[in-house]
């Protein structure tokens, strides 16, 4: 059974950080690309940042400088670093899986919220 979980979330004061960890469980963890999505109220999900399994990275450009995507093949763990919060950053963010075939999963995901 794959599993996908999040955690790390919480309240934040905007200009914080937080560290969001995705521990998967029930896939070849190195064999996938890694993602972080986001989705805040009224909104469509959006690409947050991702790494393939060869290390390379890619980030919205909201987010480009201010959050740090990273991966421990040894752990099984994505890892999101997120500085310089703000309050558009606020949303759940969701772990996402996918593997060169396609087959894809995602995490129920955890609530980021920067507010003063």
């Known amino acids: 059974q794959v599993q996908l979980v999040e955690s790390g979330g919480g309240l934040v004061q905007p200009g914080g950080s937080l560290r969001l960890s995705c521990a998967t469980s029930?896939?070849?963890?190195?064999?996938?690309?890694m993602a972080w999505y986001r989705q805040a109220p009224g909104k469509q999900r959006e690409l947050v940042a991702d790494?393939?399994?060869?290390?390379?990275?890619n980030y919205a450009d909201s987010v480009k400088g201010r959050f740090t995507i990273s991966r421990d093949n040894a752990k099984n763990t994505v890892y999101l670093q997120m500085n310089s919060l703000k309050s558009e950053d606020t949303a759940v963010y969701h772990c996402?899986?996918?593997?060169?075939?396609?087959?894809?999963?995602w995490g129920q995901g955890t609530q980021v919220t920067v507010s003063s």
């Open positions: 996402h899986s996918r593997a060169g075939s396609g087959s894809e999963n």
């Open positions: 029930g896939i070849i963890f190195r064999f996938y690309s």
């Open positions: 790494i393939t399994t060869t290390y390379s990275t």
